[in-house]
Antibody
Framework: EGQLVESGGGLVQPGGSLRLSCAAS????????MNWVRQVPGKGLEWVSV???????HYTDSVKGRFIISRDNSKDTLYLQMNNLRADDTAVYYC????????????????????WGLGTMVTVS | QSVLTQPPSVSAAPGQKVTISCSGS????????VSWYQQRPGTTPKLLIY???KRPSGIRDRFSGSTSGTSATLGITGLQTGDEADYYC????????????FGTGTKVTVL
């Protein structure tokens, strides 16, 4: 069973930058879709970004052009570079792995988030 | 970007059954597998259901999932106090660029 440990959160002023890190153990970040999900305390889950096995990256609309997801395969670490931060980016940020499996038809699938880190709090104020 | 719609809350007595609905569209639930997550207070979300109805190792068969068209349903039977939590559905949406959409979340209360 794998594990994810986030770091890098903290307090930052509006317009500032932060880089979150997520160290994986028990599996390789380059063999799974890896995601960032955030949650405002007391509110629901919001998907932020994914880096897929091929290396392509995708983002939710509100962070496009400001956040960059990346990975270091040699360190099995996922990153989220967050620039031009806004107050509404304040949230707990979770690193998650999309489970890689073969579905009932035998197709390789990467969807369900089966491993979650404990999260790191980002406060923009 | 779209969000999946869930009822804000459901409740039932211990031992009873609850169902949680998750409404989406053809581009998400109608085209991709649905997962369900449980988040107990103060904890990290936990995967309960994947591929619409399958349970990861260690998840009891009291939890079940199903889909029909553009909707999904989570069922919990034999309700226990430990089931009090927020539940979220989720799936990919590939209508434009790939995005993962979560449901609005449902609070389950054991009366």
């Amino acid at each position: 069973e794998g594990q994810l440990v986030e770091s890098g959160g903290g307090l930052v002023q509006p317009g500032g930058s932060l880089r979150l890190s997520c160290a994986a153990s028990g599996f390789s970040v380059n063999w799974n879709y890896m995601n960032w999900v955030r949650q405002v305390p007391g509110k629901g889950l919001e998907w932020v970004s994914v880096i897929r096995i091929a290396g392509d990256t995708h983002y939710t609309d509100s962070v496009k052009g400001r956040f960059i997801i990346s990975r270091d395969n040699s360190k099995d670490t996922l990153y989220l570079q967050m620039n031009n931060l806004r107050a509404d980016d304040t949230a707990v940020y979770y690193c998650t792995r999309s489970m890689n499996y073969h579905d009932s038809s035998g197709f390789e699938t990467n969807d369900a988030f089966d491993i979650w880190g404990l999260g790191t709090m980002v406060t923009v104020s | 970007q779209s969000v999946l719609t869930q009822p804000p809350s459901v409740s039932a007595a211990p031992g009873q059954k609850v169902t949680i609905s998750c409404s989406g569209s053809r581009s998400n639930i109608g085209s991709n597998y649905v997962s369900w997550y449980q988040q107990r207070p103060g904890t990290t979300p936990k995967l309960l259901i994947y591929e619409n109805r399958k349970r990861p190792s260690g998840i009891r068969d009291r939890f079940s999932g199903s889909t029909s068209g553009t909707s999904a349903t989570l069922g919990i039977t034999g309700l226990q106090t430990g089931d009090e939590a927020d539940y979220y559905c989720g799936t990919w949406d590939f209508s434009l660029t790939p995005v993962y959409v979560f449901g609005t979340g449902t609070k389950v209360t054991v009366l």
